[in-house]
């Protein structure tokens, strides 16, 4: 096949060209410009897209010996999942910007350019395995982001390649410095790639400005303090909410809701957090197709941890979330994403945007 091997400059993008070209395939490496000024997008292990990741992708493309590209999709990537991120937070949502990306640019903004170029599919570095079309975890259970896949649809999956995720990392490395790739030891990115600072409230307070509002007792409705934007919490949130001191029996508080409308921040109890259903929105099944009637699946509400049993059916164009058990700190706009396990491992069934919760009174 003739495949365009997505490079970002790190060791797994790396690792999955050269798996690609071993098995045969026709590849062309492709770096995506995803920064209008790439330059300030690395501090060390924070961030992705600088020059010194384009440098490293090229150098690892020219000793495996295939040609490269720059391909610039910054326009689209500030359309498509920064402002969708800082329009999330405005509206007291907490998104995935990881998701996103793969969503609107890498499996599909790229795919269509690469098969309208004439590639049958598009490999990258991502730890997730592909069996006949059928999306499952990577074998690396700490490094598995088959969750932050789990918004691609079954077109999608048809044409994508991800060579590494039936490898633990530390082989990937081992791997990599054998082949004497010079991205063998470079440090994995963290946190959001276009916020290296790592400092998400300052990135948001300098895009929304200041929308001053309240945040107030839960339980009593007392005003506790004066905030400058939802933008700068989540829910679940326990640090910087400006408020003196724990509540009065005691115990710790925690953000319970957010409504944007009014500028008001809840915080209270942890037992608050508890959320027994969900409400989500824009079901995706990876297979095509929803299956028929309720189904008994586990499912996962962030990219790490997160996970209860549930029964998931499709009604009226959303997913309908019965918990097992209940899970905390659960909020509008991220994903929750369904698995079932089968002898193989966990099969990803599909996904959807959560848009509401509810707690035991719902039960």
Known sequence: MRVLAAMSGGVDSAVAAARAVEAGHEVVGVHLALSTAPGTLRTGSRGCCSKEDAGDARRAADMLGIPFYVWDFADQFKEDVIDDFVAAYAAGETPNPCLRCNEKIKFAALADRAIALGFDAVVTGHYAQLDDGVLRRAVDADKDQSYVLG?????????????????????????????????????????????????????????????????????????????????????????????????????????????????????????????????????????????????????????????????????????????????????????????????????????????????????
Not at 179 to 189: E, F, I, W
Not at 290 to 301: H, I, K, L, W
Not at 316 to 330: C, N, Q, S
């Open 151 to 363: 918004v691609l649809t079954a077109e999608q999956l048809s044409r994508a390649m991800f060579p590494v995720g039936d490898t633990p990392k530390p082989q990937i490395r081992a791997e990599a410095a054998e082949r004497g790739l010079a991205v063998a030891n470079k440090p994995d990115s963290h946190d959001i790639c276009f916020i290296p600072s790592g400092d998400t409230r300052a990135f948001l307070g300098a895009k929304i400005g200041i929308r001053p509002g309240k945040v107030v007792d839960a339980d009593t409705g007392a005003e506790l303090a004066d905030h400058e934007g939802v933008h700068g919490f989540t829910i679940g949130q326990r640090k910087g909410l400006g408020v003196e001191g724990p509540a009065a029996d005691g115990r710790p508080r925690y953000v319970t809701a957010i409504e944007p409308d009014t500028g008001t921040v809840k915080v209270g109890s942890a037992e608050r957090l508890q959320v027994w259903t969900i409400r989500a929105d824009r079901p995706i099944w990876t297979s095509g197709s929803a299956p028929a009637g309720p189904v008994e699946c586990t499912v996962q509400v962030r990219a790490h941890g997160g996970l209860a049993e549930a029964i998931v059916e499709e009604v009226d164009g959303g997913l309908d979330i019965r918990l097992r058990e209940p899970l905390t700190g659960v909020a509008r706009g991220q994903a929750v994403v369904l698995y079932r396990r089968d002898a193989a491992g966990d099969i990803v069934l599909g996904s959807g945007t959560i848009a509401g919760t509810a707690g035991s009174e719902s039960r």
